[in-house]
């Protein structure tokens, strides 16, 4: 028996583990890998700041290691029409940066601290169902050690991500119809960098089939993405190309991107993720609660993931 069982031990779940355990609440987080474990989304926004500092983990972050981000530009294909933001200029006072994670070392830091402060956490744990007595979810069924557990408590927080985990089991998860699109991402090693204080900008950058982002980490390697239309991706599957050759056909018609990883093989395959945007028509009811991607994930163009998952925590 706990107070609250939460499911997903990414942002959004070890934010709520712990605020929770903080306030005095019998906390159990369960996440189905093991930290430190790859996850897309590794850029970060200054108005996160504040939930980073009532966490205790400013200073943590500073030590980490990871870039400071103190800006975004925007441009076209070719690199040309830039758009340059600079945060602290909007900050008001407040913080100026965010930062640019690779996200199992910045999850990795999340999940430390709710063990510190003394939620159960428990990985490689899986969460096969919600438990419901009528309407009301009332705990969780899960798998760990190769046995099954009924684990009962007063709320289930759904911090799974875009599994959404309850969303299915209570059938209330949606596609987005104006957001039908694809992902297909990876890692390079070693690109051309920015320098001084602009060495943490991520670019964002309009393409005729979408847009692409570019993510500079503090070791010199970068995330790149590319986020497409289902047909204009489908209509390549179907002509017989598999995701090196269309990796290789965004990268032709991104050339501002494609200068910036020339000479540079990838360190990580590319990755699709279809029809991601979602939203649900409930994202609460009776012993539950969805937080973050969970409840609704929308086009990732502005890096709201991660201070979305934490600030709904």
Same mark, same amino acid.
């Given at each position: 028996? $706990?107070?609250?069982?939460v ?8 934010? +709520? =583990? ?7 609440? *019998? ?8 930290h430190? *474990?790859? +996850?897309?989304? #590794? ?8 939930? /980073? ?11 980490? @290691? ?17 758009? $340059? ?30 063990? #510190?402060?003394?939620?159960? +956490? ?14 009301r ?29 309850l ?7 949606r ?20 320098t ?6 991520? @670019? ?9 982002w ?17 047909? /204009? ?13 269309? /990796?290789? #056909? ?7 991107? =494609? ?19 979602? *939203? +649900? ?6 012993? /539950? ?6 409840? =609704? ?7 709201? @993931? ?8």
């Amino acid at each position: 028996e $706990y107070d609250v069982i939460v499911v997903g031990g990414g942002p959004a779940g070890t934010t +709520c =583990a712990n605020l929770l355990t903080a306030h005095g609440h *019998r906390v159990l987080l369960v996440e189905k890998g093991q930290h430190p *474990r790859f +996850c897309i989304g #590794e850029s970060l926004l200054p108005a996160t700041a504040p939930i /980073w500092q009532r966490l205790g983990l400013v200073d943590r972050f500073a030590a980490a @290691g990871f870039v400071p981000k103190y800006g975004a530009y925007f441009c076209s294909a070719d690199g040309s029409n830039v758009e $340059y933001f600079h945060f602290p200029d909007a900050a008001g006072g407040k913080m100026g940066h965010a930062y640019e994670v690779k996200r199992d070392a910045f999850d990795k830091v999340l999940w430390d601290r709710a063990v #510190e402060v003394g939620a159960q +956490c428990v990985d490689q744990c899986k969460v096969r169902s919600a438990l419901l007595e009528g309407d009301r979810v009332v705990g969780v069924e899960l798998e760990h050690g190769g046995e099954t557990h009924r684990v009962h408590a007063r709320l289930v927080m759904d911090c799974t991500g875009r599994q959404s985990l309850l969303a299915k089991q209570l059938d209330l998860r949606r596609p987005d119809p104006f957001l039908d699109k694809i992902a297909l991402y990876t890692h390079y090693p070693d690109v051309v960098r920015s320098t001084g204080d602009d060495r943490g900008t991520i @670019g964002i950058v309009a393409t005729s089939f979408g847009w692409m982002w570019f993510i500079p980490f503090a070791d010199g390697g970068a995330s790149v993405g590319a986020v497409v239309g289902n047909r /204009w991706f489908h209509d390549r599957k179907r002509a017989g190309a598999d995701a090196d050759a269309i /990796w290789a #056909e965004i990268l032709e018609l991104a050339p501002h991107v =494609a200068a910036r990883v020339a000479g540079t093989t990838r360190s990580r395959p590319v990755e699709i993720t279809a029809n991601f945007q979602h *939203r +649900c028509s409930r994202i609460a009811g009776d012993g /539950w609660v969805m937080v973050g991607d969970s409840g =609704a994930f929308v086009d990732p163009v502005f890096s709201s @993931g991660v201070h979305l998952a934490m600030t709904g925590g």
